[in-house]
């Protein structure tokens, strides 16, 4: 167990829905990082919050928000869902706001989700 | 910007062989840390290894080494006497003092064959 907690693990829905994943940082941690990896594919950076603030958004559609509450937990929103959008989504959390301290970024299991 | 090279995308060995994992990264920073993470097929992110830009001592943890070049700027893994639970996705990522995130390289898939 990581500490970082992703809710759910698997996640089926269909075209035109709208999913929110749930992530819990380890404890003490104050930046989450959401990244998206489709099949295939290397991991792309979507967005990062330190202390619920916004600090750097990567190749995040607009379809896409996140926001990070004041417990730290953090919530990414898909929404008008595509077939394309299907991956697997990481969230990571680390103590500093670069992610570049003694054990970078712990990342959480991950949400699998398929649109259908 | 900085940007990950890992240019081997797949890598097959036979169990007991030894195998080396590139890693190329390239920043304008002076002052910048490494990572390894490990991706098994059950899909989850484990990290292996941090280093900074001003230690080039190699590393070795039991089968793994790590061999930092800053010349090269490269940051290669070796595995010594791979076995078959090595096999999964690696990959490099790296990220300076200004940056706000880590930069990950593609990934190398590593099949080990028994």
């Known amino acids: 167990d990581s500490g970082v907690t992703q809710t759910p693990k698997h996640l089926i829905t269909a075209t035109g829905q709208r999913v929110t994943l749930r992530c819990s940082p380890r404890s003490g941690d104050l930046s989450v990082y959401w990244y998206q990896q489709s099949l295939d594919q290397g991991l792309q950076f979507l967005i990062q919050y330190y202390n619920g603030e916004e600090r750097a958004k990567g190749n995040i559609l607009e379809r896409f928000s996140a926001q990070q509450f004041p417990d730290l937990h953090s919530e990414l929103n898909l929404s008008s869902l595509e077939l394309g959008d299907s991956a697997l989504y990481f969230c990571?959390?680390?103590?500093?706001?670069?992610?570049?301290?003694?054990?970078?970024?712990?990342f959480g299991s991950g949400t699998r989700l398929t649109v259908v | 910007a900085q940007k990950v090279t890992q240019a081997q995308t797949e890598i097959s060995v036979v169990e007991k062989e030894d195998v080396t994992l590139d890693c190329v990264y390239e920043t304008r920073d002076t002052t910048y840390y490494l990572f390894w993470y490990k991706q098994p097929p059950s899909g989850e992110l484990v990290f292996l290894i941090r280093?900074?830009?001003?230690?080039?001592q190699n590393e070795i943890s039991g089968r793994y080494s790590w061999n930092f070049q800053k010349s090269t700027s490269s940051f290669n893994f070796t595995i010594t006497a791979s076995q078959v639970v090595d096999s999964a996705v690696y990959f490099c990522a790296g990220g300076g003092n200004a940056g706000n995130m880590l930069t990950f390289g593609g990934g190398t898939r590593l099949m080990v064959k028994p």
């Open positions: 280093r900074n830009s001003f230690d080039e």
């Open positions: 990571a959390s680390s103590v500093d706001v670069t992610g570049t301290g003694a054990f970078g970024y712990t």
